[in-house]
């Protein structure tokens, strides 16, 4: 895959949630948001030597999916709406705004659970991301099983505390 590919599918792949789900909050028709995803994944692509290395690519994405989308209801008049085109102007510019702050909480949360100490953070993703029920960790990590749910409420309790100072940029220890 050349540079520029690569550049294009890092940056794109990064937002691609995000432009779901504000296309789906324009259009609040999940298989003409999927179709409309694609459209603008195409269309960013097409213009990709068009956007300026150093701007903000998720802004320019964005924009490119909202004018998609508001296509896509001019296209379908005839398709009854549930509001006015105001509304979903309003809608989309909420959607963005909510994405951007979900965006920043998530980076807080990557931030936070580097400062967890290893065995914790080893716990979190065995419990959340891989699914596996707290009795299996119990013989795996040799624990009683209240003692794990104690280890995890500890930790939820601390990477929300984390989240938060690191969000209002108050410095915070690492949690061991």
Known sequence: MDKKSAKFFRLYTSIQNRLHSIILVIVHNPSAADDLLQETAATLWEKFDQFEEGTNFSAWAIRIAKNKCFEYLRRNEKTKKLFRNEFYKQAADLAVESSEELSTHL???DICCEKLDTR???LLKLHFSDNIPVKELSVQF???VSTLYNHIAQAL???RFCIKKTLTAQPIQRFE
């Open 142 to 144: 040799g624990q009683p």
């Open 120 to 122: 914790r953070r080893s």
């Open 107 to 109: 980076k807080a949360l």
């Open 157 to 159: 309790d601390w990477l």
